[in-house]
């Protein structure tokens, strides 16, 4: 619809091919112009638009699938994520099983009774897992600080934490430096 073919001769061969050529306007090979398929085909015929066209289409415009956003929230930690997809899992069983206990009751099967007892229990359990998530939550952000203010203490104590570490492994480097060289450059005791 939005395309016309053209013969185009090699300049070494001779030989003619067809090539297909999009209207610049069209979004979609499908959809046509808002002038319409017969405009596009009668355009294409034209010698002078033809050449005006060919020099436009030189170079084709790049136009990516999709635009990648930044993310609107952070990621989850580890745990905390670890700890989502647990109780998910449970409280997804815990559905099936309170469906299959439902249908066992109303067919009067001999299975509805366990399937109730062990839905109960499993409700307690997927109430655990939600809770778990909540806490493990808690526990990380009380860990590893809120990010979200720059004055947070956490941040500051992170920063002191950090310091510390870097002067211990300063020290222990320059430890095993004077062990590997022997004590050499050390004063006597004499």
């Known amino acids: 619809m939005g ?6 001769t090699l300049p070494d061969s001779g030989s003619a091919r067809s ?19 017969a405009a596009a ?13 060919g020099a436009a289409r030189a170079q084709p415009e790049y136009r990516p699938l999709w635009i990648e956003e930044p993310a609107q929230r952070r990621r989850l930690p580890d745990p905390v994520r670890t700890s989502a997809v647990r109780a998910v899992l449970i409280i997804a069983v815990t559905l099936i099983q309170a469906m299959v206990a439902f249908l066992c009751t109303m067919a009067g099967s001999w299975l509805a009774f366990p399937m109730v007892l062990s839905s109960v229990a499993s409700t307690v359990v997927a109430t655990w897992g939600a809770l778990d998530v909540w806490v493990t939550r808690q526990v990380w952000n009380q860990r590893h600080g809120v990010v979200s203010t720059p004055s947070s ?3 500051a104590l992170r920063r002191e934490r950090r310091r510390a570490r870097r002067q211990t492994r300063a020290a222990e480097r320059a430890q095993e430096r004077i062990r590997r060289q022997g004590g050499a450059g050390q004063l ?3």
């Open 188 to 190: 006597s005791h004499s």
């Open 19 to 37: 090539t297909a050529q999009r209207d610049p306007e069209a979004l979609d090979h499908d959809i046509p112009t808002d002038g319409g398929g």
């Open 3 to 8: 395309t016309a073919e053209r013969q185009e």
């Open 41 to 53: 085909h009668k355009g294409a015929t034209d010698p002078v638009r033809r050449v005006e066209r």
């Open 153 to 155: 203490t956490a941040r």
